[in-house]
């Protein structure tokens, strides 16, 4: 099994087949061309795992509307394809509810779907610290630039 990334991100793909052969799977790193970087079909097609990170909210390219297809020129976010009847209700749900209890259970919903259906395999999460001065508050979570108007000095 390949493991692939662009060319940004030379090391993930050693990283990765590492790990599969650790497993006892066959695996080889393959670092795309940059030439290939670009080409949507080609990233869309790709047999294998590809190493890419994901920021909170990536599950909302889970839906069959975000499937990467001839019809949307292989631009779509949901690469693998994934299809699942149950998530883009979730993700209907998740982008009409206001409350903030509401949305945390939604969330809390895709992420049983995403875990029971393998959709997506995580080898790890991106941490994204932030420094703010003590007298700012309000910054909550990633992306911090998300509530400002929320946001104080005390």
Same mark, same amino acid.
């Given at each position: 099994?390949?493991?692939?990334?662009? @060319?940004?991100?030379?090391?993930?793909?050693?990283?990765?087949?590492?790990?599969?052969?650790?497993?006892?799977?066959?695996?080889?790193?393959?670092?795309?061309?940059?030439?290939?970087?670009?080409?949507?079909?080609?990233?869309?097609?790709?047999?294998?795992?590809?190493?890419?990170?994901? !920021?909170?909210?990536?599950?909302?390219?889970?839906?069959?509307?975000?499937?990467?297809?001839? !019809?949307?020129?292989?631009?779509?976010?949901?690469?693998?394809?994934? @299809?699942?009847?149950?998530?883009?209700?979730?993700?209907?749900?998740?982008?009409? @509810?206001?409350?903030?209890?509401?949305?945390?259970?939604?969330?809390?919903?895709?992420?049983?779907?995403?875990?029971?259906?393998?959709?997506?395999?995580?080898?790890?999460?991106?941490?994204?610290?932030?420094?703010?001065?003590?007298?700012?508050?309000?910054?909550?979570?990633?992306?911090?630039?998300?509530?400002?108007?929320?946001?104080?000095?005390?």
């Amino acid at each position: 099994m390949e493991a692939t990334a662009s @060319s940004d991100y030379p090391r993930s793909p050693l990283i990765v087949a590492d790990s599969l052969r650790q497993a006892g799977i066959d695996g080889r790193p393959f670092v795309q061309p940059e030439a290939l970087d670009a080409d949507a079909e080609h990233r869309a097609s790709y047999p294998g795992v590809t190493a890419e990170s994901w !920021a909170p909210g990536g599950y909302l390219n889970l839906t069959h509307l975000q499937a990467s297809t001839p !019809a949307n020129a292989f631009r779509g976010r949901n690469r693998g394809n994934y @299809s699942n009847p149950q998530m883009d209700e979730l993700h209907d749900r998740l982008a009409s @509810s206001l409350q903030e209890r509401d949305r945390d259970d939604i969330l809390v919903d895709i992420e049983g779907h995403v875990s029971a259906d393998v959709a997506v395999g995580h080898l790890y999460y991106q941490v994204r610290p932030a420094v703010v001065t003590s007298g700012l508050k309000g910054v909550i979570g990633w992306p911090y630039m998300h509530n400002t108007w929320e946001w104080r000095f005390d």
